[in-house]
């Protein structure tokens, strides 16, 4: 298991134009090494229409950014942080370098 950034981590944006700004990662591609945070990297897609004569809808997503703009997220420190892995095997959890707590 990967103690990396994986999907459902709470992450915060170092840099760029959504710096700041925080969310759950939606989805992690491995292999280029990007990510999807919800509400993060909007980028305005055109749907379009269904029928004939309908109008298209605009429709805003996240957009995939890359894992190195973000840092994992602490509850307890209100920031991101560095993390660090405690225990052996299965029993691995990544710490909170600043605070302690598991994240
Ligand atoms: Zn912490």
Do not use: H, W
């Not at 090494?33 to 805003?60: H, S, T, W």
């Not at 691995?92 to 302690?100: A, D, E, F, S």
């Amino acid at each position: 298991m990967s103690l990396s950034i994986k999907k459902g981590d709470t992450v915060i944006v170092r840099s760029g134009k959504d710096r700041g700004e925080k969310g759950k990662v939606l989805a992690v591609f491995a292999t280029d090494g990007r990510l999807v945070v919800e509400g993060v990297n909007m980028k305005k897609c055109r749907e379009k229409p269904r029928k004939q004569g309908a109008k298209g809808q605009v429709l805003e997503k996240p957009a995939p950014l890359y894992r190195a703009t973000v840092s994992l997220y602490c509850e307890k420190c209100g920031k991101g942080v560095r993390y660090g892995v405690r225990g052996e095997g299965k029993n691995k959890v990544r710490i909170c370098r600043n605070c302690g707590r598991e994240v």
